[in-house]
């Protein structure tokens, strides 16, 4: 795998290397508030994923979001063209009605922030069946999950427990920053769509993520170019991240994936059209070329369209964690990318990502 293939998922991935079967040790002074979610190595393989049905529950919800935005919530845009904060509301308590209603919210504004949450108390059971209203659940190729519990990958860093989990800082990478725009699991059949990402411990400030928007990102190219860009595919291919982790001794769960996907995607609960290209070409994605073209014309059209989407400060947004913050986002709609700048503090996380419709 290249030294510039730095997403969270590659940075994680080194920092486990070392540490296999000893990774659910504690470290920090008083040890990690949540000891059941921290990360354990395990050697399972699971079946390769089947193509199944996918009704998104998106097209469930109402306009208004009547059974989400409850007597006596607030929520607003975040910027207006991606982004939404809510409190007030409390995810666990959501009917079915209510997760509709929060799918579509999420398929519209791509990343929607819950503030003041009881969800990382109320249990693994609870918290996986909610997560599984919006689909089948997506086990990481590669990553450590908490112990029996394949259906969540961790995010921890330990700055305390030296050379185990320490914060990526750009001084450690072969490039001038740590940001890395991506997609995630772009090279599965049903790549993920609606992402939880559930904070168990952040630092006092930083380490945040940024989100762009593929769907406005598509809006901002003229008319001509999106018809030149119609019909075209990107081939998605994951072979890289496994055979790596099989070096060091990492977990291969499933088959390298290879497979091409549409370079505009529409969502299913929307209609709306999506750039469906963030990190393609880069060296920091699963998604590699597209497919037919020289080398030349897929890097530059490439290129071109990372720009669009990296560059574009008006489509873009910041999430900053509280104690308490569970975020929402869209896979298929936006890309983000972790900030690795903070230090001297645990930043633990789970994420649970639902599996989604095969892109069309």
């Known amino acids: 795998m ?16 070392s540490n296999i079967g000893r990774l659910d040790l504690r470290g920090g002074d008083d040890g990690p508030r949540y000891p059941q979610y921290l990360p354990s190595v395990e050697h399972a393989t699971f079946p390769d994923w089947e193509e199944i049905n996918y009704v998104d529950p998106g097209t469930r919800g109402t306009p208004d979001k009547r059974h989400l935005f409850l007597p006596g919530s607030k929520h607003k845009a975040i910027t207006p063209r991606i982004g939404e904060e809510i409190r007030g509301v409390q995810l666990s ?9 929060l799918a579509l ?14 969800f990382k108390d109320i249990g693994v059971e609870k918290q996986l069946e909610t997560a599984r209203h919006f689909g089948r659940l997506h086990i990481h190729p590669t990553m450590p999950y908490p112990k029996g519990i394949p259906e969540m990958h961790v995010v921890y860093k330990e700055p305390a427990a030296a050379n185990r989990f320490s914060a990526i800082k750009p001084a450690d990478l072969q490039s001038v920053s740590s940001v890395v725009w991506h ?16 904070a168990l411990e952040v630092p006092e400030t930083g380490g945040d993520t940024l989100f762009v928007s ?9 008319d001509g170019y999106k018809q030149t860009l119609e019909g075209l595919k990107i081939v998605h291919d994951n072979t890289s991240m496994i055979e790596y982790a099989k070096s060091k001794g990492l977990p291969a769960r499933f088959s390298p994936q290879k497979r091409s996907h549409p370079l505009i995607r529409t969502h299913p609960a929307t209609g709306e059209k999506i750039l469906w290209a963030i990190g393609a070409g880069e060296g920091n994605g699963m998604p590699r070329y597209i497919e037919g073209f020289k080398k030349e014309e897929s890097d530059s059209t ?31 709609a936006v890309g983000h990318t972790p900030v690795h700048d903070h230090k001297g503090e645990r930043r633990h996380f789970v994420r649970i990502s639902a599996m989604a419709e095969t892109p069309y």
């Not at 308590?93 to 209603?101: A, P, R, S, V």
């Not at 699991?185 to 939880?196: K, S």
């Not at 593929?214 to 003229?222: D, G, I």
């Open 105 to 118: 919210l999420a398929a519209e504004r791509g990343v929607v922030i819950f503030r003041d949450q009881d």
């Open 183 to 198: 997609s995630d699991h772009t090279a599965e059949q049903q790549p993920p769509g609606y992402t939880f990402f559930v």
């Open 2 to 17: 290249p030294s510039q293939i730095q997403t969270e998922t590659t940075a994680n991935l080194n920092q486990a290397t």
């Open 93 to 101: 308590q959501l009917t079915k009605e209510g997760l509709d209603d």
């Open 302 to 332: 490439l290129r071109l369209l990372n720009d669009v989407l990296q560059r574009s400060g008006d489509i873009q947004m910041r999430a900053t964690y509280e104690p308490g913050t569970v975020v929402i986002w869209d896979n298929r």
């Open 214 to 222: 593929a769907t406005e990102a598509y809006k901002q190219l003229s």
